[in-house]
């Protein structure tokens, strides 16, 4: 859960780490910013955080269906992103950033409001803009394109 006035994200059920759980959220809220969570985006965002973080299918599972009630609840940003940024090297949270940028274009399409987004967030997490456009452009890279 979020705690408005503190911008910490405290974990929705104790076994959920906040960290893991303000990660899931934010990529979460990525994954319908085009009003859709197809399954390639929910295969995407599963494979990172269980890769991140070692989790097995049902705890990513567990922690995907506890960022969806947060999400569902308010998405606040600021204290989301501010807690990673706190708790997360540069280089975890460009990978972060990167996870982003797969899963709005996993789907095929690139709409406004994802970019939008993206940047958004990449601010948030304290990415210089160069940095989020070099993240953009590895996973181009990976995709060939």
Same mark, same amino acid.
Request: net charge negative.
């Given at each position: 859960? $979020? ?22 959220? %934010? ?20 494979? #990172?955080? /269980?890769?991140? #973080? ?58 406004? /409001?994802?970019?939008?987004? %993206? ?11 160069? %940095? ?6 590895? %996973? $181009? ?5």
């Amino acid at each position: 859960m $979020l705690t408005g006035r503190t911008s910490e994200v405290q974990p929705a059920q104790q076994q959920h780490d906040p960290l893991r759980l303000a990660t899931a959220a %934010v990529l979460l809220d990525i994954a319908y910013a085009d009003g859709k969570f197809s399954p390639v985006e929910d295969g995407h965002m599963a494979s #990172f955080l /269980s890769e991140r #973080f070692a989790l097995s299918p049902d705890d990513t599972r567990e922690l995907v269906e506890a960022a969806d009630e947060i999400r569902k609840k308010t998405v606040d940003h600021f204290a989301l992103t501010h807690y990673i940024r706190k708790n997360s090297p540069l280089a975890e949270r460009i990978e972060i950033v990167k996870a982003m940028w797969r899963l709005v274009y996993s789907d095929g399409t690139l709409t406004g /409001s994802e970019t939008y987004l %993206v940047r958004k967030l990449a601010d948030l997490l304290g990415l210089e803009h160069h %940095v989020m456009i070099e993240a953009k452009s590895a %996973v $181009l890279r990976e995709r060939g394109e």
